[in-house]
């Protein structure tokens, strides 16, 4: 065999793995979005792409990493989103504040996503290096960045235009994405807990336009601190 041929196969055949695994995560999206994370299984996942789950692994160190690499699909839509709701005004509170809008509109709109990152949240950095591979975590943390970047751009803008006093940026878009994703849950639940009276607990009701009203308001003053 020449070495055209031998390079030609190689090609054709890492083409076809990577449409494989495209397939997979495809499945996976369109199960996490019809069922949930939670009630996403392997098996069906592979039945779904017409394989059988030793070919899921061949593709995949684990559930984690088909999960990781799900997620970097939600946040590249996520972060086009974001991109048009900052680009949406001028003004560095307004702008900040469609961000936040933005974020929580599609958080309410896809709440597997806010799932599927809740759950890689909840592992520790040892465990994901132990789990995933390191090209998967490479594309996972870019999808991340790629998204607080844009909003750690407003908060340097804000800065340099003295409409936001905020120390470290980077370390607010960090937080304001983290806390948002439990905000999310909080807006998907829709109850709250408080008391009626001393020691008796109580439940409430809150909307998503309240959680999107409280998570601007907790932007924009963290901003200005």
């Known amino acids: 065999m020449s070495t055209t041929q031998s390079d030609g196969r190689r090609t054709a055949a890492a083409a076809r793995r990577r449409a494989r695994e495209k397939d997979i995560i495809a499945a996976t999206r369109a199960l996490f979005d019809e069922r949930g994370v939670r009630d996403a299984q392997i098996e069906d996942i592979a039945k779904a792409v017409g394989i059988n789950r030793a070919i899921v692994y061949r593709h995949f160190t684990g559930k984690e990493e088909l999960f990781a690499l799900t997620l970097v699909g939600?946040?590249?839509?996520?972060?086009?989103?974001?991109?048009?709701?900052?680009?949406?005004?001028?003004?560095?509170?307004?702008?900040?504040?469609?961000?936040?809008?933005?974020?929580v509109e599609?958080?309410?709109?896809?709440?597997?996503?806010?799932?599927?990152?809740?759950?890689?949240?909840?592992?520790?950095?040892?465990?994901?290096?132990?789990?995933i591979s390191e090209s998967a975590l490479f594309r996972l943390g870019r999808a991340i960045s790629s998204c607080l970047v844009l909003l750690t751009q407003v908060l340097e803008d804000g800065k340099e235009s003295g409409r936001f006093t905020?120390?470290?940026?980077?370390?607010?878009?960090?937080?304001?994405?983290?806390?948002?994703?439990?905000?999310?849950?909080?807006?998907?639940?829709?109850?709250?807990?408080?008391?009626?009276?001393?020691?008796?607990?109580?439940?409430?009701?809150?909307?998503?336009?309240?959680?999107?009203?409280?998570?601007?308001?907790?932007?924009l003053a963290l901003a200005a601190r």
Do not use: W
């Open 74 to 103: 939600y946040l590249d839509e996520l972060r086009e989103a974001l991109a048009e709701a900052a680009d949406s005004a001028t003004d560095p509170e307004q702008r900040l504040a469609a961000m936040v809008g933005a974020f």
């Open 106 to 131: 599609y958080g309410v709109a896809h709440p597997a996503f806010v799932d599927c990152a809740q759950t890689l949240m909840r592992r520790t950095g040892p465990d994901l290096l132990d789990e």
């Open 166 to 219: 905020v120390e470290d940026p980077v370390l607010l878009a960090n937080t304001l994405y983290a806390g948002g994703l439990g905000a999310l849950q909080l807006a998907r639940v829709g109850i709250l807990v408080k008391e009626a009276a001393p020691g008796i607990p109580t439940l409430g009701q809150i909307s998503p336009d309240q959680v999107r009203d409280y998570l601007v308001a907790s932007a």
